[in-house]
């Protein structure tokens, strides 16, 4: 039987409902049946009511086709479904960390200890995976935007016994720019024992999510140059030409995000180390 010339309006009723259906997934390619366009699935979404998916061909070149008949995959004909639906945020009973949820625990008031992260999607990040058990401890996040100045912020921070600061970095790897401000940082009169500054090593916080979650191999490989973020999101196919996009393109990023098991173990490593810094006694 020749399935290659059959558009979904031309697949009878019996034959619909035999052919499997597939949850699509991003990096699936797939025919459309129609046009004969075979390109590899960029995104999925809902417009006008209805899930559309953009392929990919070989060129570069996209086009989008709604859901449902008349797509080959692997040159078998198929029913392409919306996306699985994916897990709860959380088991029964835990946080998105991963820790015992403490039932009837109200937030403590805040202690004069803090965690500084880069900028406000670090900060985002670690309050969506570690929100609740931080309001338990009574510890605030707070966003620093650059760490160029982060020998002034913590001389002014006056961190001791009591008063304990720990300090996530992106892309803090030797020889960096980054190890050397820590350095000099940890250097200074009051830090030991009570400044811990730790970091990963990616360029940005948003290489912390795993590329599984998003449905991808891996991140996208940015020229030199050129700004990072920017270049993802124009790899994504996503608008990237302000700051709205920007803004917009991160909160699709973080809405991936469930629970600590979407998130890189060399960021989740660094953070339970920061906590455990500041709530040990």
Same mark, same amino acid.
């Given at each position: ?8 309006? !031309? ?12 949850? %699509? *997934? ?84 805040? $202690? ?9 999607? /670090? +900060?985002?990040?670690? *309050? ?19 760490? /160029? ?17 720990? %300090? ?6 030797? /020889?960096? $720019? !980054? ?49 990072? $973020?920017?270049?993802?999101? +124009? ?7 302000? $700051? ?12 991936? %995000? ?14 339970? *180390? ?8």
């Amino acid at each position: 039987m020749q399935y290659q010339n059959w558009g979904p309006q !031309e697949i009878a009723a019996p034959v619909r409902n035999q052919l499997p259906e597939v949850p %699509v *997934e991003r990096g699936m390619v797939l025919e459309d049946v129609q046009s004969g366009w075979v390109g590899a699935v960029t995104r999925v979404e809902k417009s006008g009511g209805m899930h559309v998916v953009a392929l990919e061909d070989r060129r570069g070149k996209s086009r989008s086709f709604r859901l449902g008949y008349g797509f080959l995959l692997e040159g078998q004909p198929i029913r392409l479904m919306p996306p699985a639906p994916r897990p709860a945020t959380a088991p029964a009973g835990r946080t998105a960390s991963g820790s015992v949820r403490v039932a009837g625990q109200r937030a403590q008031v805040a $202690k004069a200890s803090r965690i500084w992260v880069e900028g406000k999607h /670090d +900060a985002e990040l670690v *309050e969506k995976v570690w929100g609740d058990d931080l309001r338990v401890e009574g510890i605030v996040v707070e966003p620093l935007h650059g760490i /160029d100045d982060l020998a002034a912020a913590v001389a002014s921070f006056c961190p001791g016994p009591g008063r304990r600061l720990g %300090v996530l970095v992106d892309h803090l790897v030797p /020889d960096s $720019k !980054e190890s050397r401000i820590a350095d000099a940082v940890m250097a200074s009169p009051g830090a030991a024992g009570n400044v811990l500054i730790v970091g990963h090593p990616y360029v940005d916080v948003w290489q912390a999510i795993r590329p599984a979650v998003l449905g991808i191999e891996s991140w996208p490989v940015v020229p030199r140059g050129q700004d990072w $973020k920017t270049g993802i999101l +124009a790899a994504f196919g996503w608008p990237h030409s302000t $700051k709205e996009d920007i803004g917009l393109g991160w909160q699709k990023l973080l809405g991936a %995000v469930r629970s600590y098991a979407d998130l890189e173990a060399s960021l989740l490593g660094r953070v339970e *180390e920061v906590i455990d810094f500041l709530t040990v006694p």
